[in-house]
């Protein structure tokens, strides 16, 4: 079945680091485009990095900026979403997703996740 499960999710004092883990099964990362979102507490989700099938790469949150890194490996056919300095508003379940139907990175995400949580707390 085609879906995508994400991995990696825990307690992380802040400034502390996390990689999460999205394994793929069902299609190759490389084909499409993949992104990573968060839902904080009391918050819709909103988009935090994604990666296009050529290996383009955006950021839909400033904030992130040189803290968040999106990687995919195509071996491992998965996607990864490296956290560091990590704040406690950074606390928010993460989603993987594809998009499996265009070459769009801004929408189309119609694969998801469960969701990974991360608590960011002393």
């Known amino acids: 079945q085609v879906q995508v499960v994400e991995s990696g999710g825990g307690l992380v004092q802040p400034g502390g680091s996390l990689t999460f883990s999205c394994a793929a099964s069902g299609f190759r990362v490389e084909h499409y485009a993949m992104g990573w979102f968060r839902r904080g507490p009391g918050k819709e989700r909103a988009g935090v990095l994604c990666i296009s099938d050529g290996g383009s790469i955006n950021n839909y949150v400033d904030s992130v900026k040189g803290r968040f890194t999106i990687a995919r490996d195509n071996a491992e056919n998965t996607v990864y979403l490296q956290m560091n300095n990590l704040r406690p508003e950074r606390t928010a379940v993460y989603y993987c997703?594809?998009?499996?139907?265009?070459?769009?990175?801004?929408?189309?995400?119609?694969?998801w996740g469960k969701g990974t949580k991360v608590i960011v707390s002393s």
């Open positions: 997703a594809a998009n499996l139907t265009s070459r769009a990175t801004n929408s189309g995400y119609g694969t």
